[in-house]
């Protein structure tokens, strides 16, 4: 059975950095690229970054670029991955959850849709106040 548990959401304020992890476990981690997105009350989820199983390239919305950094360590076999956030802002207040697709061939540009991610974690909240 397949599980991404994401933690490391909180209560923060504007500028505040934190750092979520997602942890798989269930699926051969190595060969899964891995996907953040975000979910605001009353709005759609939303892309934030994903990361390539090979862990060798990252995308970004453009929101979030250079606040946010994506990383993972396959070398480990943590089978964690990581969304580094920084100088948050209250328009980054949303549930934040990290997706799994099984890679056949990263391409960035799919990599914002969520479509192609076949498990999903249950979120964690991020919350930043003004």
């Known amino acids: 059975q397949v599980q991404l548990v994401e933690s490391g959401g909180g209560l923060v304020q504007a500028g505040d950095s934190l750092r979520l992890s997602c942890v798989a476990s269930?699926?051969?981690?190595?060969?899964?690229?891995m996907g953040w997105f975000r979910q605001a009350p009353g709005k759609a989820r939303e892309f934030v970054s994903a990361?390539?199983?090979?862990?060798?390239?990252?995308?970004?919305s453009v929101s979030v670029k250079g606040r946010f950094t994506i990383s993972r360590d396959n070398a480990k076999d943590t089978n964690t991955v990581l969304l580094q956030m920084i100088s948050l802002k209250p328009e980054d207040t949303a549930a934040y959850s990290c997706?799994?697709?099984?890679?056949?061939?990263?391409?960035?540009?799919?990599?914002?849709?969520?479509?192609?991610?076949?498990?999903w974690g249950q979120g964690t909240q991020v919350t930043v106040s003004s």
């Open positions: 997706a799994a697709d099984v890679s056949v061939q990263w391409v960035k540009s799919r990599s914002s849709w969520a479509k192609e991610y076949e498990y």
């Open positions: 269930g699926l051969t981690f190595s060969v899964y690229d």
């Open positions: 990361i390539s199983w090979r862990g060798d390239d990252t995308n970004y």
